[in-house]
């Protein structure tokens, strides 16, 4: 920190530590605040010259509060953790997982039968999540190409896995 900037900052600590608590609306953060700043100017060799030595105090000082505001608002309160720890476990049972196993070997069957090119544009954009214009520029087609296959695919998988269901729904 320059002399001249540690200087001002202490003869005008409290005129800045009030205009900062005005501005954040709270005295304490404003006084951590302050003390952070001078703390990270201390360290600080390379500062040149500060034309506004006020304004400059201040956003260095508003910007750490907003800092230490936002780290703040990330921890929970003893309120939300109990709460959290309230809730029963959510995990799916051997029964979901042998369901969701099932379905997703239907799913693949399904896949398995559609056309080699609807099946590689379904994979790259739902499973590779690639944007529709890289799989047409990839594969050589146009984007409408890759839009009309890709809801024929859709279409397709929602057929099929209605029909495979309506058995099951019978019983």
């Known amino acids: 920190m320059t002399p001249a900037l540690r200087e001002f900052l202490v003869q005008r600590y409290d005129d800045l530590k009030r205009r900062l608590t005005r501005h954040l609306g709270n005295a304490e953060l404003a006084s951590d605040a302050l003390q952070d700043a001078w703390l990270r100017l201390e360290s600080r060799e390379d500062l040149g010259p500060v034309r506004d030595m006020g304004a400059y105090l201040m956003r260095i000082a508003v910007n750490i509060a907003i800092d230490h505001q936002r780290s703040r608002s990330r921890v929970l309160s003893a309120e939300e953790i109990e709460g959290l720890l309230e809730h ?7 029964a979901q997982v042998a369901e969701a196993r099932s379905d997703l070997d239907a799913l693949v069957k399904i896949i ?3 056309p080699e090119r609807r ?26 190409t890759v839009e009309q296959e890709l809801r024929k695919a859709h279409d397709f998988c929602a057929t099929r896995l209605s029909r495979s269901a309506e058995p099951l729904r019978k019983k």
């Open 88 to 94: 029963p476990e959510t995990s799916p049972g051997p």
């Open 112 to 114: 398995q039968t559609m």
């Open 119 to 144: 099946q590689r544009i379904l994979l790259m954009v739902r499973w590779e999540r690639l944007p529709q214009q890289e799989v047409a520029d990839r594969l050589g087609v146009s984007l409408r």
